[in-house]
């Protein structure tokens, strides 16, 4: 069955930078999009960016110029640099995707930016 795992997160103060990892398993990775989310508390979930399978990028006004994804076909791993961060970065992050009709999440990472 499909298993995304995000680690990664953090406490990091404002200005900083973070690398969060998805680690898929399940499906053939290289056929898939794949996406991350953020969910503030409070606030409903928000795309943070997306890597084709021919690894084109899209990112939310939010973090662009900020963020940056990629993908390791080799072992199964999607990323998500994360730099300048500012407080309200602060969220749990979810990769994801897309496959026979339905989303498939996984448990999240916590990114906590503050002081």
């Known amino acids: 069955q499909v298993q995304l795992v995000e680690s990664g997160g953090g406490l990091v103060q404002p200005g900083g930078s973070l690398r969060l990892s998805c680690a898929a398993s ?4 290289g056929d898939y999009a794949m996406r991350w989310y953020r969910q503030a508390p409070g606030k409903q ?4 960016a997306s890597i ?3 690894k084109l990028t899209n990112y939310a006004d939010s973090v662009k110029g900020r963020c940056t ?3 390791d076909n080799t072992e199964n791993r ?5 730099n300048s961060l500012k407080p309200e970065d602060t969220a749990v992050y979810y990769c994801s995707i897309y496959k026979a009709g339905r989303d498939y ?3 999240g990472t916590q990114v906590t930016v503050s002081l």
């Open 69 to 71: 994804i990629s993908r």
């Open 45 to 48: 979930r928000e795309f943070v």
């Open 26 to 29: 399940g499906f053939t990775f």
């Open 105 to 107: 999440w996984g448990q």
């Open 52 to 54: 084709t399978t021919m």
């Open 78 to 82: 999607a990323y998500l640099y994360l």
